[in-house]
């Protein structure tokens, strides 16, 4: 039964409170410091502190909400600590007449006397709301730094060591304490000396390609191979070939009459191995006429077996003399192989013509020269039209023909502050279309608000763009347009905004010019809601638009 009237006592006093219009409050249980001495009336009969949400019992004393629920939770039967009388729950009510009484306390801030403010007691939570003494958490990720609010700008701006700053080099925006880390490691514009002291900056991503022509850089002499053993800087290469012009073709000459000796002695060393060759053939050519008279006596001799021993001898020098015939052939091949001439007459015919082209070098150059350039302006133009077909394709690639576009923004943080910053005010969207012929649309969004929602929402609107077939399309355009800020997690809680298009307005006539006055939502969401955390509207530093045009009673060509 005691646990029925507790919870009777509690759900009272909730539907008490819950049926109240007042929005005053403050925080119990925290030293206040009044203006005026405060009035025993004015505080609870058990805490002995400032009355929050008073009860006044059968007996006439005040308790605070909490702490005449306590008093019913220590004690199976409550009674009031001042006259001991007991606490019966038909007879406890909320006191509004004192609860704005107490409200209306005036209190100094609790920052005083740097703050020198009085509020009444019920707006002392929203005085430290914006209190410009009161201290405070920096709001960027990762840091606990305790400031004052009027502090605190600064602090974002100047002070706080995980602000985002924006790279000089590759216009990223990177936190502030690891800026430096950044542009050394990480940043691909960083600016660095060559390496090979050419006193030339280049930025990493061209470090590369400037090593292959970097004028200090030492490389070996074109003539290496003829002998020069000179290692010199690049730049310095065409002086060293045009003085040492003269050491350099005695080195191909020596060379010449090197390999002209080599030919010689393999000459000599192949008619040598064709005469031995022709030696051992005799000896054959003489063993077989031995052979064959061995065996026209073997048919005569009686004695067997001499014959057969005689005849097996010669047949086993027969037999090695074939054999030592083989190897020298195929040694011969070898050799020939190893020593053909071919190479070595190319070689040398490759030589006569580097001379000879040494001696119209100045020529060539001049030439070369010329058609470099004439090749570096085909070049360029030719990058020129690839980029400009690229993003056509781009184009026609993300194109929607069914009046609904999805519009991705990316880098949301660096854009708005663009716009902030009046850089880039506004931004448009890829244009899509009703049909295959039909209307040409876009959107256009300003991240730091226009007109009225400038500087406090993002404004988003609907354009009509000058299309291919407006010839034959019914104007003015009469569509509805839905625009939407996609929620992305998943939940559908978008920001939707509705509207007809007004056939009176200029907005929705025929373009004259390339594209129409965009029309649509000033206000169409707060900064606060977009980018406060407990939202998913941002995501990835990148945020998503829809906009559908209803197609209905809209015929098509």
């Known amino acids: 039964m005691a646990s029925e009237e507790l919870a009777g006592l509690s759900n009272t006093f909730a539907r008490q409170n819950s049926t109240s219009g007042i929005s005053l409050d403050f925080e119990p249980d925290t030293d206040y410091h009044f203006i005026e001495t405060l009035e025993e009336r004015y505080k609870c009969a058990y805490c002995h502190l400032v009355l929050h949400n008073p009860h006044q019992t059968g007996c006439g004393h005040r308790f605070c909400q909490h702490c005449i629920i306590s008093l019913r939770e220590l004690n199976a039967v409550p009674t009031c600590p001042v006259d001991k009388e007991t606490i019966k729950v038909h007879e406890v009510f909320k006191d509004n007449c004192c609860k704005r009484e107490v409200l209306n306390l005036q209190v100094f801030c609790k920052n005083v006397p740097e703050c020198n403010s009085k509020i009444i007691l019920g707006r002392y939570q929203d005085h430290l709301q914006q209190c410009l003494f009161e201290s405070v958490q920096c709001t960027n990720d990762e840091c606990h730094d305790q400031i004052l609010r009027k502090d605190l700008k600064d602090h974002l701006s100047l002070h706080c060591k995980f602000r985002e700053e924006i790279c000089q080099y590759c216009n990223q925006y990177v936190v502030s304490v690891n800026l430096k880390n950044h542009e050394k490691n990480d940043c691909p514009d960083f600016p660095v000396p060559c390496l090979h002291n050419c006193s030339q900056i280049i930025v990493k991503k061209e470090m590369d390609k400037h090593f292959s022509v970097c004028p200090e850089a030492e490389v070996d002499c074109p003539y290496k191979q003829y002998g020069c053993p000179v290692k010199i800087k690049r730049g310095k290469l065409a002086e060293h070939e045009n003085a040492a012009l003269r050491e350099h073709m005695l080195q191909i000459l020596d060379k010449n009459s090197k390999l002209e000796e080599q030919i010689s002695d393999l000459y000599k060393s192949l008619e040598f191995k064709e005469i031995k060759i022709q030696q051992l053939a005799d000896t054959i050519k003489k063993c077989e006429k031995e052979f064959r008279q061995f065996a026209q006596l073997l048919g005569k001799n009686s004695n067997l077996m001499v014959s057969t021993q005689t005849l097996a001898s010669h047949i086993d020098k027969s037999a090695w003399l074939e054999t030592q015939v083989r190897q020298l052939i195929q040694m011969s091949n070898q050799q020939q192989s190893k020593f053909d001439l071919g190479p070595l007459l190319e070689t040398i015919e490759n030589v ?97 608000g226009d007109g009225s929602g400038k500087g406090t929402h993002l404004s988003l609107y609907f354009v009509v763009m000058r299309g291919e077939f407006d010839s034959l399309l019914p104007w003015p355009f009469k569509q509805k347009v839905t625009l939407m800020l996609l929620d992305q997690s998943g939940k559908k809680n978008h920001i939707v905004e509705v509207f007809k298009a007004d056939p009176n307005s200029s907005s929705f006539k025929r373009p004259d010019g390339e594209m129409n006055i965009a029309s649509g939502c000033p206000r169409f969401v707060a900064h606060t809601v977009l980018e406060n955390a407990k939202n998913t509207y941002v995501k990835d530093d990148t945020l998503f638009m829809k906009v559908v045009v209803d197609l209905t009673d809209l015929e098509e060509l």
């Open 352 to 448: 006569k013509q580097k001379i000879a082209f040494m001696e119209t070098y100045d020529q060539r150059l001049v030439v070369l020269e010329d058609q470099s350039s004439n090749h570096d302006v085909h070049i360029s133009i030719h990058k020129a039209q690839l980029n400009k077909n690229e993003e056509r394709f781009k184009l026609l690639e993300g194109t929607c023909y069914n009046g609904k576009l999805i519009w991705k923004i990316m880098d949301y943080k660096m854009k708005k502050k663009e716009a902030v910053e009046g850089r880039t005010v506004s931004i448009f969207s890829q244009p899509f279309y009703t049909s295959r012929c039909g209307y040409r649309l876009c959107a256009r969004a300003y991240l730091n």
